[in-house]
Nanobody, 110 residues
Framework: QVQLVESGGGLVQAGESLRLSCAASGSIFSFNAMAWYRQAPGKQRELVAD??????RYADSVKGRFTIARDYAKNTVYLQMNSLKPEDTAVYYCKYEGYWGQGTQVTVSS
């Protein structure tokens, strides 16, 4: 069993930054990806970024602005979000294998 707990969401203005954290507990393996997804109102959930011990991937819409990082000792994944835009507004979810966190709201005002 795996549990994922996100934190760090909030309300910011365009151009500002936020850092999300996701702490995982249970059977976590470094070769499996930990990922951040987001879902905006009326839209499908989409991959933002994911990370394994050998590679990192980003959605085109966040490349150059967001950075994903992982602390393997703490089983924690982070998402540093800079230069935030109103279109980044969404609920952000952490994912590991078939497990999802509860989500954290990020709202960016213009």
């Amino acid at each position: 069993q795996v549990q994922l707990v996100e934190s760090g969401g909030g309300l910011v203005q365009a151009g500002e930054s936020l850092r999300l954290s996701c702490a995982a507990s249970g059977s976590i393996f470094s070769f499996n990806a930990m990922a951040w997804y987001r879902q905006a109102p009326g839209k499908q959930r989409e991959l933002v970024a994911d990370i394994t011990s050998s590679r990192i991937r980003y959605a085109d819409s966040v490349k150059g602005r967001f950075t994903i990082a992982r602390d393997y000792a703490k089983n924690t994944v982070y998402l540093q979000m800079n230069s935030l835009k109103p279109e980044d507004t969404a609920v952000y979810y952490c994912k590991y294998e078939g497990y999802w966190g509860q989500g954290t709201q990020v709202t960016v005002s213009s």
